[in-house]
């Protein structure tokens, strides 16, 4: 799960510098995969509050 956080975050990383080098074709593209993380991050905070309780 960390690891797909880890890669999500690096996606998002590069579709920042395309879009500040007018090289992304799908605007779009950065919201859905900020989206994308916050799922992940919300799967994870839930499983660890689980654990905890």
């Given at each position: 799960?960390?690891?797909?956080?880890?890669?999500?975050?690096?996606?998002?990383?590069?579709?920042?510098?395309?879009?500040?080098?007018?090289?992304?074709?799908?605007?779009?593209?950065?919201?859905?995969v900020?989206?994308t993380?916050?799922?992940?991050r919300?799967?994870?905070?839930?499983?660890?509050?689980?654990?905890?309780?």
């Open positions: 799960m960390y690891e797909e956080l880890v890669k999500a975050g690096r996606e998002l990383m590069n579709l920042r510098f395309s879009a500040a080098t007018n090289q992304l074709t799908n605007t779009n593209e950065p919201s859905s900020r989206r993380i916050a799922r992940l919300t799967v994870i905070r839930e499983r660890q509050i689980q654990e905890a309780g």
